[in-house]
């Protein structure tokens, strides 16, 4: 269901998308902005998405953090309206998709539409396509995945979807940007939050020491001392606390 596709099967049925479908240019943008705002300031993430989802014609979204997949739990969801059934199937897929893929085939996807189909087996409800759109975006060193559902016979707007791409890295920076985190009785250091991330990146002990250009023993010294502070008893619960309070 690619645009070029779409473009030219005229005889489906094209649907309106929302209010906004029929407003062009710099004015609708601004408008959709100043929508966005303060949802976004205030953390409301599905606020900020719901508004979105229209503006691309999407009937349902799903926002996850890509970096942070796992093939089994949900903790790498920040927001969703699809049925809970579709999300619990597709966490292995995705984690599959990314750990196959490599450095530079994760930066030339960004905020490029790509199109998968749901299993067969799966309930869709009803005037729901069974294809669904997805494409990733970058907010700092934090890499996202934004999921769209479409009505049946919809028309889709790569260009649209670019052009939320872009809006909905802005509401996440800005609801970051807004300090998200809550009060800590704690301060982790520069080094630690670095080898922080780099875990929830994946990376062992011995590729962080590649990467920062120190000894494998220090990385594991500030791990212990980030779990320390975070009363966690392994990198994972690390990582997965590290994510609730928007430290990665």
Same mark, same amino acid.
């Given at each position: 269901?690619d645009?070029?596709?779409?473009?030219?099967?005229?005889g489906k049925?094209v649907?309106?998308a929302?209010?906004?479908?029929d407003?062009?240019?710099?004015?609708?943008r601004?408008?959709?902005i100043?929508?966005?705002?303060?949802?976004?300031?205030?953390?409301?993430?599905?606020?900020?998405?719901?508004i =979105?989802?229209?503006?691309? %014609?999407? #009937?349902?979204?799903?926002?996850a953090r890509y970096d942070? +997949?796992q093939? /089994?739990g @949900?903790d790498?969801?920040v927001?969703s309206d699809?049925?809970?059934?579709?999300?619990?199937?597709l966490?292995?897929?995705?984690?599959?998709?990314?750990?196959?893929s490599t450095?530079l085939e994760?930066c030339?996807?960004v905020?490029q539409p790509?199109?998968d189909?749901?299993?067969d087996? =799966?309930f869709v409800?009803? %005037?729901? #396509?069974?294809?669904y759109?997805?494409?990733?975006?970058? +907010?700092?060193? /934090?890499r @996202?995945?934004?999921m769209?559902?479409?009505?049946d016979?919809?028309i889709?707007s790569?260009?649209?979807?670019?052009?939320v791409?872009?809006?909905a890295g802005?509401?996440?920076s800005?609801?970051v940007?807004?300090?998200q985190k809550p009060?800590?009785?704690?301060?982790l250091?520069?080094?630690?939050?670095?080898?922080?991330?780099?875990?929830?990146?994946?990376?062992?002990s011995?590729?962080?020491a590649?990467?920062?250009?120190?000894?494998?023993?220090?990385?594991?010294?500030?791990?212990?001392s980030v779990?320390?502070?975070t009363a966690?008893?392994?990198?994972?619960?690390?990582i997965?606390?590290?994510?609730r309070?928007?430290?990665?």
């Amino acid at each position: 269901m690619d645009a070029d596709t779409a473009a030219s099967n005229s005889g489906k049925r094209v649907r309106a998308a929302s209010s906004h479908e029929d407003l062009h240019g710099a004015s609708s943008r601004d408008m959709l902005i100043s929508r966005l705002i303060a949802p976004a300031q205030a953390g409301n993430m599905g606020a900020c998405l719901r508004i =979105l989802s229209a503006y691309a %014609g999407a #009937s349902h979204f799903l926002l996850a953090r890509y970096d942070l +997949v796992q093939e /089994t739990g @949900l903790d790498f969801v920040v927001a969703s309206d699809w049925p809970f059934d579709l999300v619990r199937r597709l966490d292995a897929e995705l984690s599959a998709t990314y750990s196959r893929s490599t450095e530079l085939e994760k930066c030339m996807a960004v905020l490029q539409p790509k199109y998968d189909l749901l299993p067969d087996d =799966l309930f869709v409800p009803e %005037g729901i #396509s069974r294809q669904y759109c997805s494409f990733t975006l970058s +907010v700092g060193r /934090t890499r @996202l995945a934004l999921m769209f559902l479409f009505p049946d016979d919809y028309i889709i707007s790569a260009e649209r979807l670019r052009e939320v791409g872009l809006l909905a890295g802005y509401v996440v920076s800005l609801s970051v940007s807004k300090g998200q985190k809550p009060d800590r009785d704690f301060d982790l250091t520069e080094r630690e939050l670095e080898c922080l991330f780099w875990i929830a990146e994946g990376k062992t002990s011995d590729e962080i020491a590649t990467i920062l250009g120190i000894s494998k023993n220090t990385i594991n010294n500030y791990i212990t001392s980030v779990m320390r502070k975070t009363a966690t008893k392994t990198r994972s619960e690390a990582i997965a606390y590290a994510v609730r309070n928007n430290l990665v």
